[in-house]
């Protein structure tokens, strides 16, 4: 089977051929979700998920945006990442060409002159952020100097937004479920028109939130990571400056490889031919899947898919969306996912990526001997020559490998600071790094390190309190109880049949009895007089209503306060269902307000 019948099979048989994503018009069980989705590693889009949320009608008004950042804390910042084009994470020329080709030279010929570049990290109030992003949006006419996207891929939502919590769910339950646990991270996303994610893809899955504005996906399955042309390209990093107002991009010292795809599926029209000319299996092969995701919609993003993510702003300029990350399985998929990478295409270009543990001598070694097998002549030798001469501190050379067809690749010469693909750390979650940290902890047979937790807040402590003091109570009093029946029993038992009778009227009430365990060591029981007895008997049902009585009071003040907050159209069903309950607790309070008085006066 070649690897082009293989990007069919998988639409014919899974994805259909129609380009276009399944969409659900309810969220769907964690059974549905589970059986025709996550374990198929096939998208959807589901409407009507997130009706609910208050952010939907909330965070279209800037007004309420700054009011509820600046309510958290006056001094909190926010993450802006700040690109010349909105751009992040993506290819841009570099400039500067000497420098380029240098770090270039050990990969393919795509990468020439070409850099990884990351945005440059501003942190600032979320007020002046929001400025900046509508700076953006309103530069139609002319590029803005600088395109500002508030997100941070690092559980930033929990972290820099915590006073918009509330306007959202912390989870998307029916996922949780269906995946078994809850998400690893949850990420915020503010930008305009001019902001763009580059194809990627990440090792989670994802469920893509949009609240205002419109998401715009391309998608493809990791079946066709050929249609990439992945290769390494060496990191850059912008740096702005307020003052001139000009960006400034500069590789990572030391040097530092990124796999990247190369594909950039809208080229400006000056460079179009070229591009379809060097990535044939992207443009001419299958349609990539093309979804939209309005506010209220959720996309389900399975892991290992590729995608290219652009938008389109709401009324006041902006799209803003959240996502939330669930580890995903490192299954047989993920290993049937390596084996097709590793697997090269015959119409790709093949670099061989350099490997730094290979010394000089050896590289030099392997080359002659594949010359000498399979023939190169003095030409590849030249090559080598040439590329040894002018070898600067911590270069190296990598020999040329053989192609299917039998012929060699060039030789290869790589700078210092590279780190090959192989040798990059798979993915672990948190998880898996805290098990392995804490099985590899050295100490006695049986022992079992007790793992460190966060420090527990006032409330928390406050609450452990009143629960050691319920237990507590309980336990005494069953203790009294049981004291008190064992007493009465042994009493009975030494009390002759002639006074057994005159005994049973003299029997003290069970209370009294518990009292005197209680506040005497003697065995010889005191009767209390016959007031104390009624007062004490009086002061349970008074104290049971009082305590209904406030019980009741907190229901219907919560309740009200929430039908002022949210208007009833927004409330989700459980505050509908307390809205409904609140005519039949306020007959209820007045009914034992009545009760408590009679028992007082009487």
Known sequence: MEIETLWEEVRELSLGISGRVERLDSPPTPLQFLRDFVSQNKPCIISNAINHWPALSNWSRDSYLVQAMSSCSSDQLISVHLTPDGRADALVPFKDNDEAKD?????????????FASAHVERMPFHEALSLISTSSNSKKMQPKAVAYAQQQNDCFRSEYSALASDCDPHIHWASEALGCLPEAVNLWIGSHLSQTSFHKDHYENLYAVVTGCK???????????????REYPAAQYSYCQGTEEFKLELEKPLRYVPWCSVDPYPPLETKGSDMSKFPLYFNGPKPFHCVVNPGEILYLPSMWFHHVRQSPDSQGRSIALNYWYDMQFDIKYAYFNFLQSI??????DAKLPNPEHEEESDFEDFSCSLRVGGGGDESLKQLEELSRNLKEGERIVAPTRRPDGTL???????????PQDEVAIYQSKGALWKKEMTSQEGPPGYEPIPDTKPKTKSVKRNERKKEKRLQASLEKDKYSEQAVAEETEKEELVPAEHAGHETDSVKPLISQ??????SSSPALVSPSVDSTEDVNAGGPVQDIDKRIRSLKKKIRLAEAQKQKTPQHDMNPEQLDKLTKLEGWLKELKHLEEEKAKSSAS
């Open 344 to 349: 090269p295409h015959p119409s790709i270009e």
């Open 514 to 519: 518990m009292n005197e365990l209680a506040l």
């Open 409 to 419: 690749r060039k030789p290869i010469r790589i700078r210092a600071g590279y780190v």
């Open 216 to 230: 715009h996906f391309l998608l493809l399955p990791p079946t066709d990571v050929h249609r990439m042309y992945i």
């Open 103 to 115: 770090a270039s030279s050990s990969t393919s010929s795509f990468s020439d002159s070409l850099c």
